[in-house]
Structure formats: C-alpha cells, structure tokens
C-alpha cells in the first residue's frame, strides 16, 4: 500500500498511479475493487507506513462501516 501514497516525507496525499514490479497501476482502481468486493470484514496487512495514509484511505474507499469500525478498533488499541 506504501506505493499508494505520497513519500513519508511529502505532506499525506494520493499518488493518482504507482509502480509496482514494473506494472503501472492506478490507485482508484484498484481500491474500486476492494469496494466491489464489499468485504463484511477488512484487515489490512502490511499497511501504510503512516497511520494518517491508512485513515486516508478507509475516508475515501471502503463504506462507512469499515471506517467505524477501525475507529472503534484504533480506539481500544491506544495505550491506557
């Protein structure tokens, strides 16, 4: 997912394409595909490296649900 986003040391964004294994791909279609699926459950393995580019991501692609409940899940993992 790293290749999605802009470079750690660039504000948080988009990259509109990625290259990946010297295939180009387009970053709206592939997280189209995760929508298409419509998963009941998403995890997320090897994630972005910044937990800002992982909330970018579940705002702008999977539905509503899947962003409730990684809040609900960020929450309880934050340390007491």
Known sequence: MNYWFTNDSD?????????QDGQTYQTQ???????AIDPDI????EGPSREGELGLFIRDYPSGGAAACSTALRSRAAPR
Not at 11 to 19: E, S, V, Y
Not at 29 to 35: D, G
Not at 42 to 45: F, H, N, R, T, Y
């Open 11 to 19: 504000a948080i964004g988009w990259r509109p394409t990625f290259t």
């Open 29 to 35: 279609r592939a997280a189209a595909m995760i929508r």
């Open 42 to 45: 998403l995890g997320v393995e």
